[in-house]
């Protein structure tokens, strides 16, 4: 699996955005970009995953650049409860692709 | 809402002991994945069932442990002569793969946590 690159913490406020960076400079044409986020004493869990276009759900939105070596999760709204380790994941898609390889991920801390 | 449920939640036992973890799936999941988290580490693959067939496994999986999954519901992972390295968050995911053809998402239980004394 390619390899991706993401600060190892960041911190916001309470109720402003927040984008978390993610480097994936080796990205093949097939790979998926997913991110999964682990809140504390529980397991990982998925947030959202794209592929060229940018992505929105009820979470977050995903923003993939136009060379996909590069893409931000954006928390449009952070809460406490966001305070978790948000994990980039490359993925082969459609039929491919199994384990799901994590990095170290990123910190987020939010502020009251 | 029946999500990923493991059993243990926690795990305490002494070196040379074995030790065995169950993983109930999401209903009709065909897939379901175990992974191993050590403190301050991103959770690491070591194995998957695809029903009931064990599919790949990890160079981390060494010949002290092992999975089942006989009947393509709940799976065991069993961990025997236990070392103090063994300690860690034992992880269980499932999905549904293959159902709609679009990109599979693996759904994670709590884990259960294991403390080699």
């Known amino acids: 699996d390619a390899k991706t690159t993401q600060p190892n913490s960041m911190e916001s406020n309470e109720e402003e955005p927040v984008h978390l960076p993610c480097n994936h400079s080796?990205?093949?044409?097939?790979?998926?970009i997913h991110w999964y986020r682990q809140l504390p004493s529980q397991g990982p869990e998925y947030v959202i995953h794209?592929?060229?276009s940018n992505v929105n759900n009820r979470m977050a939105s995903l923003a993939i650049a136009e060379d996909r070596k590069s893409s931000t999760l954006i928390l449009h709204r952070a809460t406490l409860r966001d305070a978790a380790v948000y994990y980039c994941?490359?993925?082969?898609?459609?039929?491919?692709?199994?384990?799901?390889?994590f990095g170290e991920g990123t910190q987020l801390t939010v502020n009251p | 809402d029946t999500g990923v449920s493991q059993d243990p939640r926690h795990k305490i036992t002494k070196r040379g002991q074995n030790v065995t973890f169950r993983c109930d799936p999401i209903?009709?999941?065909?897939?379901l994945y175990w992974y191993r988290q050590t403190l301050g580490q991103g959770p690491e693959f070591l194995t998957y069932?695809?029903?009931?067939?064990?599919?790949?496994k990890s160079r981390l999986l060494s010949d002290r442990f092992s999975a089942e999954r006989p009947k393509g519901s709940f799976s065991t992972l069993e961990i025997q002569r236990t070392e103090q390295g063994d300690s860690a968050m034992y992880l269980c995911a499932s999905s549904s793969y293959g159902s709609s053809g679009g990109v599979e998402t693996q759904y994670f239980g709590p884990g259960t946590r294991l403390l080699v004394l």
């Open positions: 069932f695809q029903n009931e067939a064990q599919l790949e």
């Open positions: 994941i490359l993925r082969g898609g459609g039929t491919s692709g199994s384990r799901l390889t």
């Open positions: 080796t990205i093949s044409g097939t790979d998926y």
């Open positions: 794209g592929l060229t």
């Open positions: 209903s009709e999941h065909n897939r």
